[in-house]
């Protein structure tokens, strides 16, 4: 591995070179000392510091949200407010090592003692929501850092105990990263692209160094995700060897009009040193490939029923266990296949069971999309034509609107294989980033013209992106903190506000598609629990799906592997869903007349994403505001 950045240190002797600058960036050790080398980056709206004016409770939230950025620079540019006095932050990555892990950890211990001594009873509602937000994120997540392995998410939905596998590592973040979210619109962010790209190789040998401790202590993925993550790194490090490939084209595509040699730069960071260190991850990525079983769940790994109820309260929020959250989604998924059946009977489907009809649904040629790009591009027309129907919408159920600044990409090839069919999330804190929807589209036949309006509701609006602008306007930290089952819950809402807005209403086979979808996640609740406490096998996963629910081997192959890599987080949908709708029918019999659609999705959105206790808090404020 290459000497570090972090051991370089400024000598007031000797000139600073480009090339030493963006290195002490990286570091984190030169803002001082740049001068004129740096251009300051303009701040945008809300995302400079605090005043030192501001009440003491939003400044230490704000200090504490600047501590947190600091371990995850990405976020911060994500967010848009690596810029003045923080933009050194555009030049640094995450720090995936063990050290890494550890330091941030201590971090989020020093500061939940700090929130915990403070008296928040005189404060606002919301800025009292804000402490009940960092308390309840940075104890869960203190709880996962003292598991004996895996990767915790601090205000995210990402937890798993495998550090690097099919949907997990620097090796898909980082160049999907760089290629999205890190802008390049001058010399200075051509630098700091650069000076990312130097730090991958450190990224990957920390990642290398967790893998091999984790496997010591007898953690061995299942030898089918193995396979797709050796698969994809493979094809990773492929590209990676292609002169014009993903991380060095990603960077000259945009530095066209800027001066500077920039894929000469690029390529000898990639080939010097990001693919000898993808090479050191796929040699013990097939290392472990020799030691593993098919056995997908946590119960049959050490210390793996531990680790699953731990994931499982960081993902619902809740303290529910895995038999009564799978008892649960086999009575949701019954009260909702009771919805479909008169449908698919109208529809003329009338033998066999809602899973056997739904499967001869999606046989009919009439809502399958043509194969290859010419299919690809019909699907993306039609994203963005149903983007254009549901944005129009948003005024019957809000009261205040954001702009839903959203961009619908193809997911990055390498990462399609082992990818879910989409997924999305909110932009910049100043917009100038787009939300994006990204779109699985190696083959056509993951989507039906039935299933995708319901797609577009759960990612774009007004789902993940729609909800987290809203997030985007409340303090700094509130918009870094979120929690899976709100943030799922909410988009699972989002699919039925589309319903209710009448986007099926001339559509039975449309409200089929999102029936089918929300019946979906209850069917999550069970294979999830059923993979991880109650001995299921994969293909038992798989069939349930296929059986119960109708759903394509295609599509929930990927889907059981996923949940066999981010325990848990597959019960956080339904889990969220059901809370947010228990909590609008409280709000119905509590208000009588006075309730109005509008103004229960306005306090859900502006009270932020929040642990499901909190929403209820919430409700109850926006109930006691209403009858006033």
């Known amino acids: 591995m290459q000497d570090t950045p972090h051991t370089q240190t400024i000598d007031p002797r000797r000139p600073l070179s480009r090339r030493n600058v963006i290195h002490l960036l990286a570091a984190g050790t030169a803002t001082a000392a740049l001068g004129g080398l740096v251009r300051p980056l303009t701040a945008p709206a809300g995302a400079v510091s605090t005043p030192a004016t501001a009440p003491a409770g939003a400044a230490l939230l704000d200090e504490i949200a600047w501590h947190l950025l600091d371990h995850s620079p990405e976020g911060a540019t994500g967010l848009g407010v690596d810029t003045s006095a923080h933009a050194a932050l555009r030049f640094r990555m995450e720090d995936r090592s063990q050290t890494g892990r550890d330091a941030l950890a201590s971090v989020l211990r020093q500061d939940l003692a700090r929130i915990e001594t403070i008296d928040t009873s005189d404060f606002d509602h919301a800025t009292r929501t804000s402490y009940a937000v960092v308390k309840s994120a940075y104890a869960t997540a203190l709880d996962g850092f003292a598991q004996p392995y895996g990767d915790v998410a601090v205000g995210g939905w990402r937890n798993t105990p495998y550090v690097v596998i099919q949907n997990v590592g620097a090796y898909i973040d980082t160049p999907r990263f760089l290629a999205a979210d890190h802008p390049v619109h001058d010399a200075g962010d051509a630098d700091a692209y650069i000076a990312r790209l130097g730090q991958m190789d450190d990224q990957l040998d920390g990642e290398l160094e967790r893998m091999r401790s984790a496997a010591a202590m007898g953690l061995i993925p299942p030898d089918f995700l193995l396979d797709r993550a050796i698969a994809q790194m493979t ?24 001066p500077g040699d920039w894929a000469k730069e690029a390529r000898q960071v990639v080939s010097g040193e990001i693919v000898p260190a993808l090479e050191r991850q796929l040699a013990e990525l097939q290392r472990q490939r020799g030691l593993a079983t098919g056995d997908p769940g946590m119960r049959e790994r050490p210390h ?6 731990w994931a499982l309260r960081a993902s619902t929020t809740t303290p529910m266990p895995a038999d009564e959250i799978h008892q649960l989604g086999l009575e949701q998924l019954a009260e909702l296949h009771g919805r479909m059946d008169p449908i698919l009977k109208s529809l003329g489907y009338t033998q066999g069971s809602v899973g056997a009809r739904m499967t001869a649904l999606g046989t009919d040629k009439r809502f399958m999309f043509p194969e290859g790009d010419p299919g690809r591009k019909e699907i993306l027309a039609f994203i963005q034509k149903r983007i254009d129907w549901i944005r129009a919408q948003m005024p019957r159920a809000f009261r205040t609107l954001v702009p839903g600044n959203v961009e619908v990409r193809r997911l990055p090839l390498a990462e399609e294989p082992g990818a879910p069919t989409a997924y999305g999330g ?16 190696r083959t056509t036949d993951l989507h039906r013209k039935y299933d995708l309006p319901t797609l577009v509701h759960h990612e774009a609006i007004p789902g993940h992106v729609w909800q987290g602008e809203y997030a985007n306007r409340l303090p700094l930290i509130r918009s870094i903190l979120a929690f899976n089952a709100y943030s799922e819950g909410w988009a699972l809402y989002g699919e039925q506000l589309g319903d209710e807005l009448g986007a099926y209403d001339d559509d039975p086979v449309g409200r089929l598609g999102y029936l089918q979808s929300i019946a979906f996640r209850a069917c999550r609740m069970v294979v999830d629990t059923g993979l991880h406490a109650r001995g299921w096998s994969r293909e038992e996963g798989v069939r349930f799906f296929m059986e119960k629910n109708g759903n394509k081997r295609e599509e929930v192959v990927n889907e059981v592997d996923r949940y066999c890599s981010w325990a848990g987080q597959a019960c956080g949908y339904k889990m969220g869903h059901n809370q947010i709708n228990r909590q609008r029918e409280r709000a119905i019999a509590e208000l009588g007349a006075a309730y109005d659609l509008r103004d229960f999705d306005q306090a859900v959105v502006d009270g932020g994403n929040v642990p499901l206790d909190v929403l209820a808090d919430n409700i109850s404020a926006y109930i006691k505001g209403a009858r006033a």
């Open 235 to 258: 094809s990773t490090i492929a590209d990676a060897r292609n002169e014009g490939g993903g991380m060095v084209g990603a960077l000259v595509s945009r530095t066209a009009d800027i």
């Open 426 to 441: 909110a932009g910049s804190k100043d917009g100038t980033i787009p939300g994006k929807m990204w779109i699985n589209l």
């Open 304 to 309: 793996g029923s531990e680790f699953y109820a």
